[in-house]
Nanobody, 124 residues
Framework: VQLQAFGGGLVQAGGSLRLSCAASGRTFSNYDMGWFRQAPGKEREFVGSVSASGEITSYADSVKGRFTISRDNARNTVDLQTKSLKAEDTAVYYC??????????????????WGQGALVTVSS
C-alpha cells in the first residue's frame, strides 16, 4: 500500500486543520488505518485509528474529543479532522496501514505501511 498525506500547515492555537491520506496499490478496505505523530525529540505516538470497515475508531486520550478519524473506502482515503489545537499538537503526522485485525492496534510497530508525513505547527 502506498500512502500519501496531505493538509499539514501552520495554525493558531484553538484552530482546526484537516489532514488527508490517499492510498493506492492494494485493496484499501482490507486495511485498518492509523494516524500517528512525532514531535521533535520525541518518539512516534499513536493518535487514532479506524478499522477497515470504518465502524470502529479509537483515539489517544490526548486527542479524544478534539480529533476525528473518518475513511472513505470508495475513494481510498482516510482523514484526520482536528479542532481546538494546542501547541503540544505540533508534530509531523503520519498515516499508516495494517492488514485488518480483530482489535484496534495502537503500536506503531504493528503497522506495515507508512506515508511520508505532514507537518502540523500550532502557534500559541
Amino acid at each position: 500500500v502506498q500512502l500519501q498525506a496531505f493538509g499539514g500547515g501552520l495554525v493558531q492555537a484553538g484552530g482546526s486543520l484537516r489532514l488527508s491520506c490517499a492510498a493506492s496499490g492494494r485493496t484499501f478496505s482490507n486495511y485498518d488505518m492509523g494516524w500517528f505523530r512525532q514531535a521533535p525529540g520525541k518518539e512516534r505516538e499513536f493518535v487514532g485509528s479506524v478499522s477497515a470497515s470504518g465502524e470502529i475508531t479509537s483515539y489517544a486520550d490526548s486527542v479524544k474529543g478534539r480529533f476525528t478519524i473518518s475513511r472513505d473506502n470508495a475513494r481510498n482515503t482516510v482523514d484526520l479532522q482536528t479542532k481546538s489545537l494546542k501547541a503540544e499538537d505540533t508534530a509531523v503526522y503520519y498515516c499508516a496501514a495494517r492488514f485488518r485485525g480483530i482489535f484496534i492496534i495502537s503500536a506503531p510497530s504493528s503497522y506495515e505501511y507508512w506515508g511520508q508525513g505532514a507537518l502540523v505547527t500550532v502557534s500559541s
